[in-house]
């Protein structure tokens, strides 16, 4: 059988709100950023690895055997809730 490689096509960044904050200018940097993630997006542990850095998720993509992951945010897919 042909190796084949995996693509993962909805892959998630799990945003860490002090690591924007520091992203953003001092005026931006207070108070909540968002409403919040309501979802339990890894089934109370179940779903295995939560990357916390580039560098675990590229290796637990080497676990996976993940060869490529389109990534998206997580807590801010709700952007377009923010009023400000």
Do not use: C, F
Not at 31 to 43: H, P
């Amino acid at each position: 059988m042909a190796q084949y490689r995996v693509i993962d096509a909805d892959g998630h960044v799990l945003e860490s709100m002090e690591g924007l904050r520091k992203l953003l200018p001092p005026r931006w940097q207070r108070g909540n950023m968002s409403v919040g993630d309501i979802w339990d997006r890894n089934l109370r542990g179940k779903l295995g690895q939560e990357p916390r850095s580039p560098q675990d998720q590229l290796a637990a993509m080497d676990q996976d055997e993940i060869h490529a992951m389109v990534m998206y945010p997580t807590a801010y897919l709700s952007i377009g809730v923010i009023r400000e």
